[in-house]
């Protein structure tokens, strides 16, 4: 979800070439690792695990990855966003606050379920409980 922090810094401090930077490359790791979960799960026949809209969770990952680091690609072509210091509004300092409070709490929730579902060891690559939970 690091992917979201670099959009998160352009409402709260403004855009900057980094900020584009950090969530194109967290992007790039978040989609490697979704592929290879497409990966494991490629065979025919293979279940998987849950469905949103015909598609596995992690194939919905790979793509808004892949949307993430398109889009910031694309955003990073209008120069005129670099040009002056920007001053960010009060409202748009609020919706800031906002994306990182919401990117926190992801990040947050996702460490308490990775925590138990993995134990204290390593996650098992197909897991079908969480070990902590038992």
């Not at 409402?11 to 070439?17: A, D, M, N, Q």
């Not at 072509?77 to 670099?82: D, K, N, V």
Request: proline share 5%; hydrophobic share 50%; net charge neutral.
């Amino acid at each position: 979800m690091r992917a979201w922090l670099g959009l998160a810094l352009n409402l709260r401090c403004g855009p900057r070439p980094s900020h584009y930077g950090l969530a194109i490359l967290s992007a790039l790791v978040g989609g490697a690792i979704s592929t290879r979960q497409v990966l494991l799960h490629i065979m025919p026949g293979d279940a998987g695990r849950r469905t949103v809209l015909g598609l596995h969770l992690y194939t919905w990952a790979l793509i808004l990855f892949v949307v993430i680091a398109a889009g910031c690609a694309l955003l990073l072509m209008f120069e005129r966003q670099f040009e002056a210091e920007p001053s960010p509004g009060a409202g748009l300092k609020a919706f800031g606050v906002a994306a990182f409070a919401i990117a926190a709490l992801l990040v947050l929730g996702n460490g308490v379920s990775t925590v138990l579902e993995c134990g204290g060891g390593l996650c098992p690559d197909d897991p079908t409980d969480y070990q902590l939970l038992r």
